[in-house]
Each structure stands twice: as C-alpha cells, then as structure tokens.
C-alpha cells in the first residue's frame, strides 16, 4: 500500500481532528444511551430527541473511523533534500491573480485556512516540482488563476 506524505502539521491537526471527533461520539453513545432511557423507543426512531441522538452516534462514529483510516494511511515528510523545486512541505510565495502570499505545500488534507495549499488542489498540482519563476494559468472552481513562483523557502 502506497502511503499519502503529509507535513507534521497536517499530521497534529489530524490527530487533533481525531480526538474532537472521539469526544463527540463518546458524548453522543451517553446521549443516545439517555435518550434511549427516556423514550424507551427500542428502535429510536419515535422519539425526536432520540432518533437525533441517534443520527449523532452514526455520525461522529464514522468520522472517527474514517480519521483512523487516513491516519493509518499517511506518512509524514522528513527533512527537505532541496528547496530548489516545489515539494510538500516548503513554503512557497507565489503571484496569485496579482496577489502575493505565501503557503506552506501539504499533502491532501491540508488546508487553505491553516496556510496550507494541498498538492493535489488544481493550483499545488500545477507547481508542484516546479522552480522559482515558473508561470502557469490554473483552471480552478472559481475560473481561470495565474499563478508565478516567486521564491520557495523550508519552513521555519
């Protein structure tokens, strides 16, 4: 089996995720072992408070497995051999429709809102490998990006 590289960031945050979403479903098994208790409804479905009770153990025990699932499937990037070309877990600063700012490249879990830009989203792909200075046009979900490389550093 092919593991997914991830940056250690990527990897806290998954295990940060993981946590919420056992915490959840250890609140959501009381909850639902309560509303259980209330409606005495054995298939929890009569009972609003009980069929959401129920809805919520389905939920955040499926997220808990999927976590693990991921996690069991990822390994984490080591030391940077080069910061020469774009590769998961450098910083790059890119020229972005006019816009500079810098994100760190992450695997498929990272993301926008932690300065990440995953590898696998349309603009990663386009320079992942690539040098400062590469220019590129990006389809994205909003329309067309340009996209230049402006410097690539390791993280700090």
């Excluded at 790059?92 to 992450?106: A, K, N, Q, W, Y």
């Amino acid at each position: 089996m092919k593991l997914t590289k991830i940056t250690p960031a990527e990897h806290e945050r998954l295990k940060r995720d993981l946590a919420s979403a056992e915490e959840y479903y250890s609140q959501a098994i009381k909850d639902k072992a309560e509303a259980h208790r209330i409606s005495g409804d054995p298939d929890m479905h009569e009972d609003a408070a009980a069929e959401d009770a129920y809805r919520r153990f389905l939920m955040w025990g499926q997220e808990a497995a999927r976590l693990k699932g991921v996690l069991n499937q990822v390994e984490i990037i080591g030391e940077i051999d080069s910061d020469d070309t774009v590769q998961i877990g450098l910083k790059v600063t890119l020229l972005l429709d006019g816009e500079e700012m810098t994100l760190e490249i992450g695997g498929p879990h990272a993301r926008f809102s932690d300065g990440q830009l995953s590898n696998l989203s349309p603009i990663g792909a386009s320079i992942m490998g690539k040098e400062v200075g590469f220019s590129t046009e990006v389809k994205t979900e909003e329309g067309m990006a340009s996209v230049r490389i402006l410097s690539i550093q390791r993280p700090k």
